[in-house]
């Protein structure tokens, strides 16, 4: 068995004190977004979605968010796929964030509905050529080959020569937040973990322990 005791570190970047936050999570998000983004960080939109079948099977995965504000967090993906069955299933997901050069983690649990149309019908038609080909290319999930797929990618070029239709297997999700976690790491592992959790509407604010 491979010894991880001594990867270890120091976490000294920043603290939480509640009275410096804002009063809503999502002004809060977006400030740590911001800090993420302009710092360099690869992908800071990269987050770990987390599933779970009607039997109660968990499956995670990280995929892409494509926007946010006060209604939720949006991704998009295959409604065939693995995540997409596990979300017609059972609907409560989790998501999770981690800025490695801020020392800072946003874990957010909440129910996941499906986009209108017209939203996924605009974020499709922005994509890359390439990518709208491999949304409908690929059976997402199920088996296949690797020359399948690059058939059927050859075949839907020559189909599509200009505009490629948004597939109706594929569109959005919207995370609407119940309880959004922010997690800062601080010395002596006494990290500061501050929650905000909605209450009929209206956000409760209080620190859990580390």
């Known amino acids: 068995m491979a010894d991880l005791s001594?990867?270890?570190?120091?976490?000294?970047?920043?603290?939480?004190?509640?009275?410096?936050?804002?009063?809503?999570?999502?002004?809060?998000?977006?400030?740590?977004?911001?800090?993420?983004?302009?710092?360099?960080?690869?992908?800071?939109?990269?987050?770990?979605?987390?599933?779970?079948?009607?039997?109660?099977?968990?499956?995670?995965?990280?995929?892409?968010?494509?926007?946010?504000?006060?209604?939720?967090?949006?991704?998009?993906?295959?409604?065939?796929?693995?995540?997409?069955?596990?979300?017609?299933?059972?609907?409560q997901v989790c998501l999770a964030f981690f800025w490695e050069e801020q020392e800072r983690q946003v874990i957010i649990e909440g129910v996941a509905e499906k986009t209108s149309r017209e939203v996924t019908h605009t974020y499709f038609q922005s994509r890359p050529r390439e990518s709208q080909l491999g949304a409908w290319a690929s059976p997402q999930s199920s088996e296949a080959t690797r020359e399948e797929l690059i058939q059927k990618l050859e075949q839907l070029n020559e189909m599509y020569p200009n505009e490629i239709p948004t597939p109706e297997h594929w569109g959005g999700y919207v995370v609407k937040p119940t309880k959004i976690e922010f997690w800062q790491g601080r010395?002596?592992?006494?990290?500061?973990?501050?929650?905000?959790?909605?209450?009929?509407?209206?956000?409760?604010?209080?620190?859990?322990?580390?």
């Open 6 to 91: 001594e990867f270890r570190k120091v976490y000294d970047k920043g603290f939480l004190v509640e009275t410096d936050l804002p009063h809503s999570p999502f002004d809060l998000f977006e400030n740590w977004f911001k800090a993420a983004a302009e710092s360099g960080t690869y992908e800071a939109n990269a987050m770990t979605l987390a599933t779970a079948t009607a039997n109660g099977y968990p499956r995670a995965r990280v995929v892409l968010l494509k926007s946010y504000d006060e209604n939720g967090f949006v991704f998009f993906t295959n409604y065939e796929s693995a995540k997409g069955r596990a979300l017609a299933e059972n609907p």
């Open 187 to 210: 010395p002596s592992r006494l990290h500061d973990r501050i929650v905000f959790e909605n209450e009929n509407g209206s956000w409760k604010r209080y620190r859990v322990a580390p």
